[in-house]
């Protein structure tokens, strides 16, 4: 009876991890398409650029939110507000990479290296289910490190500096998505929504750093 009811458990657990992996990569999809036409729609109306402050209050703001109805309809919501408010954060970027020489490669080659990298990491830890929990702690800090050291490129005007942190996030959004993808195959993420925002954040990070040092191997 009891390896029975062990059988049974690990069944329901096997279960439930496919949901979560099947609910993520669905609303994924959705909050992609979401973004980058809102991001379409900043570009076409040539918006300027929202300023560190209010993409800052809007970006925690609204993943705060996120966070707090996470378990909620709500969650939904405040998932697409927030994906879109980052779509309309990037369309100014890559304006002002189209209006370079150039610039339609570099954003197209971004672009195309971002879903390279994102599909082959998340299919290699799906795929493998090997557990990357081990790296949890080292992408904690070094997201931090790399987060105070591109305010501090923006303030000291260290074009170097700023080089080295997108090539730092480029090797840390890498290890996220792989951590990420690890937790819901282990069931160390079981809500979907938090999931989805992670690999959402991890994708955008991802771009516009590539986008950033492709720039400036092609001397822009």
């Known amino acids: 009876m009891a390896r029975l009811e062990t059988v049974v458990q690990a069944r329901e657990s096997v279960l439930a991890t496919n949901k979560v992996i099947r609910n993520t990569y669905t609303l994924l999809s959705m909050t992609l398409l979401f973004s980058a ?5 900043a570009v076409a109306m040539k918006m300027p650029p929202l300023g560190m402050v209010v993409t800052l209050v809007g970006y925690f703001g609204l993943l705060f939110l ?3 109805f996470r378990n909620s309809g709500l969650g939904l919501l405040f998932v697409f507000a927030l994906t ?3 779509g309309l954060t990037l369309g100014p970027i890559i304006s002002a990479y189209l209006s ?8 197209m080659t971004a672009m195309g290296g971002t879903g390279v990298i994102f599909l082959g ?3 290699y830890a799906l795929t493998t289910r090997k557990d990357f929990s081990f ?5 904690m800090v070094g997201i931090l490190v790399a987060f105070l050291a591109g ?8 074009p170097g500096l700023s080089l080295a942190v997108s090539a730092m996030f480029v090797l840390l959004m890498s290890g996220l998505i792989l951590y990420q993808t690890s937790q819901i195959v282990h069931g160390g993420e079981t809500n979907y929504i938090m999931a989805t925002v992670t690999l959402y954040v991890s994708i955008y990070n991802l ?3 590539l986008l950033h040092l492709l720039g400036a191997f092609n001397n822009e």
């Open 66 to 68: 996120t966070a707090k």
């Open 100 to 107: 370079l020489p150039n610039g339609d490669q570099i954003v």
């Open 207 to 209: 771009f516009t750093s």
């Open 151 to 158: 305010i501090a490129s923006l303030f000291l005007s260290m």
């Open 135 to 139: 790296i949890g702690g080292f992408l």
């Open 84 to 86: 879109g408010f980052m």
């Open 121 to 123: 990491l998340s299919g």
């Open 37 to 41: 036409l809102c991001a379409g729609v």
